[in-house]
């Protein structure tokens, strides 16, 4: 299958199936094995039709007459691909471009819907002041169509940062993300992973962040490399990694990570009490427990409990018991929309709502298992400050038994003297977005 249809096929099973991209994608190449650049065409071509989203539809509505609901999804499909290559991709010519679009059209279309995809094509080709954004209105309309977010978003980042920095922020969330690994310290070192990396014609430095972890800028297909199966490391994000040395855990600890699928942290965690004391993994959702055992038993952990329980009833299941608890809790992800090409498209303002109450309730329950003297860590991968610092300033005014931590101690140079609070943003600290607390319970 050439690369563009294979594209159209994964477009296909996102769009009405509703996969998500990243699983589609790799249950893609599963079951076809491809050429490096194969691969990276038509990742890049799936993850910017995905991205660019209701920009890519505000373009076509410019050259149809018909309501783009009622053009047939294959081909709206086939021209949102089109359309794409001819705007956004500089290295695809617009002549490729238009006809690999047309000979989609003809495979799984008929003659008029040809004629069709190489008229709007060619419109498209030939008169691109109809997709000047500036004539959408506003500029939030304008911003989110440049930047390929949904208008409610860039209102809400809008309101939280100002506009200059929402354009900056939403421009960060269309970079590619590097791809980010913790080296596993129980079997290995960074710079022993760093070698076998580069022995695999991967481009990585050590990050500026975390010692485990290591950035690839450039690197071969997952697949055509062991490391992560053998357990030499796990992809994680150096942000993320911070949580675990703001835990600070120790070969003696009982440590409770409430909401632990994957199990990214929590397996951080472990490997730093270097595979000693007690970590109680526990997950709402029956079905992610596996993924944190899979984990587990690639690395080599073996201090490791995995429970299926809400975290809202951890409070009371264990009341006053552990030494350190995380609360890495369920939240809107705003911190790391590059990673996750769907994800601002798939999330309504309403679902957010509702997030502070639902992270404070666990929050108190988590809480409530720390004993006197322990510790409390929350952290969030988002950057709205309603679901990060005003739910910890909440708590700590009902909870006078809980006093806030400065975390400046565990964090790298660079990132201290912010505050209490840690808040990483991705367009100024190019990282994912992160956000973390710590807290003692002190009766
Ligand atoms: C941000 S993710 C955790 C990521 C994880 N700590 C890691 O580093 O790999 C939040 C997790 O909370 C779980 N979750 C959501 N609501 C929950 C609840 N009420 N109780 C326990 N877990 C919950 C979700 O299943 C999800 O796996």
Redesign the pocket.
């Known amino acids: 299958m050439n690369d563009r249809k294979a594209a159209l096929k994964i477009l296909l099973d996102i769009y009405e199936n509703k996969a998500y991209a990243n699983i589609a994608l790799s249950k893609y190449f599963k079951n076809n094995s491809l050429e490096d650049t194969d691969r990276r065409f038509i990742t890049q071509l799936v993850y910017g039709t995905v991205k660019s989203g209701d920009t890519l539809l505000w373009i076509l509505r410019q050259y149809i007459k018909m309501p783009v609901s009622k053009v047939h999804p294959v081909i709206r499909t086939i021209l949102r691909m089109g359309i794409y290559q001819l705007i956004y991709m500089d290295k695809v010519p617009v002549s490729a471009a238009c006809n690999e679009s047309v000979k989609l059209a003809k495979k799984y279309g008929h003659a008029g819907t040809v004629k069709f995809v190489n008229a709007v094509m060619r419109s498209i080709d030939r008169d691109r002041s109809r997709c000047d954004f500036a004539k959408a209105g506003n500029s939030t309309s304008y911003t989110a169509l440049k930047y390929w977010h949904p208008e409610w978003l860039v209102n809400l980042f809008a309101a939280e940062f100002g506009m200059k920095q929402t354009e900056a922020l939403c421009s960060f969330n269309n970079q590619d993300a590097p791809l980010s690994l913790r080296c596993n310290t129980l079997k290995t070192t960074a710079e022993q992973l760093m070698e076998y990396l580069a022995a695999k014609g991967t481009i990585c430095e050590r990050s500026h962040l975390c010692a485990d972890a290591v950035i690839c800028t450039k690197h071969p297909s997952l697949a055509s490399m062991d490391f992560l199966e053998n357990g030499m490391a796990i992809v994680q994000d150096e942000s ?1 990694m911070l949580v675990a040395h703001v835990m600070a855990p120790m070969p003696t600890d009982l440590i409770i ?10 397996t951080h965690i472990a490997a730093l009490m270097k595979n000693k004391g007690r970590v109680i993994a ?4 029956e079905h ?1 427990l596996k993924l944190i055992e899979d984990n587990a038993r690639r690395l080599g952990l073996d201090n490791i409990e995995i429970h299926v ?4 009833n951890i409070g009371a299941l264990y009341s006053k018991t552990a030494d350190k608890v995380l609360a ?4 809107s992800g705003f911190g790391v929309l590059r990673r996750k090409v769907d994800a601002r498209w798939n999330k309504t303002k309403d679902e957010i709502e509702k997030l502070p109450q ?1 992270q404070y309730k ?1 929050l108190e329950s988590a809480a409530e298992a720390v004993k006197t003297g322990g510790i409390i860590v929350y952290s969030t ?1 988002t950057i709205l400050k309603r679901e990060n610092g005003d739910v910890v300033n909440k708590f700590l005014a009902e909870h006078k038994d809980f006093k806030l931590e400065s975390i400046d101690k565990f964090l790298p140079d660079r990132l201290r003297g912010r505050g209490d609070m840690l808040q990483l943003l991705p367009h100024i600290d190019k990282t994912d977005g992160f956000f973390i607390a710590r807290m003692r319970r002190i009766v």
């Open positions: 993320s990570d409430v909401c632990s699928a994957p199990g990214g942290k929590t526990n997950d709402i959702h992610k329980e809400d975290a809202c890495d809790v369920p939240c639902t666990i991968c």
